[in-house]
């Protein structure tokens, strides 16, 4: 994870503690078990797809998923739905004990258009984007309710998603967390690419 994607969800922690919530810090280990069937869950659906015109007009990291997913049995997509299931089973076990988990939205700053494609290789493509989102696969899976807030900024003046993810029929606490830290980490006056001194100045210039 890029260290200043672990600040803003750092940065969060604490705006939450100055806010009466209890906070506490867990390490989330890598789940390759659960990211590799959910790759063969996300494939077949690509490939489920009726394509409307020639696959040649596709981008090559289509192509390689649809082919992969017809190489693919429905005894193999089974198993992949099990651990996937399973697994997000366990996740949410894992957070029982709190109400909200915090995470990362993505695991890097915001890349610029087309940086992880590799035409190439659409495997290595498909690796880079599987890496780049990290915590979104767990939401999909879980089908737990989630929403990434901008509640970072990069040294670039981009902005940087925080992840709040709450159990099963929490949309009411979620909508009311984020409610807060927007309050208490307020972005709407804020643009990507702005540095943190000019964003100061148009705050100063703006009050005046």
């Given at each position: ?134 915590n979104?696969v ?30 099963w ?36 210039a703006?009050?005046?």
């Open positions: 994870m890029d260290a200043e994607v672990a600040a803003a969800v750092e940065r969060t922690g604490r705006a939450l503690a100055g806010l009466g919530h209890d906070v506490f810090a867990r390490d989330q280990a890598p789940d390759p078990e659960l990211t590799e069937n959910f790759r063969v869950m996300f494939t077949a659906l690509v490939g489920s797809r009726a394509a409307a015109f020639d696959g040649s007009a596709m981008r090559p990291i289509v192509r390689h998923l649809r082919s992969a997913a017809h190489r693919s049995s429905a005894a193999e997509l089974a198993a992949s739905i099990g651990v996937v299931q399973a697994r997000a089973r366990a996740w949410i076990l894992d957070h029982a004990d709190a109400d909200l988990v915090i995470t990362p939205t993505v695991t890097a700053p915001p890349t610029r258009v087309g940086e992880l494609r590799d035409d190439s290789d659409p495997a290595a493509e498909l690796a880079a984007m599987t890496a780049f989102t990290g979104t767990i939401g999909n899976a879980t089908g737990c309710p989630a929403i990434s807030l901008p509640l970072g900024w990069s040294s670039e003046g981009l902005p940087l998603g925080v992840s709040l993810t709450a159990g029929g929490r949309e009411d606490l979620l909508f009311a967390v984020s409610a807060a830290l927007e309050e208490a980490l307020p972005w709407a006056d804020r643009y990507p690419g702005r540095s943190g001194a000019a964003q100061a100045s148009a705050a100063v703006d009050a005046s």
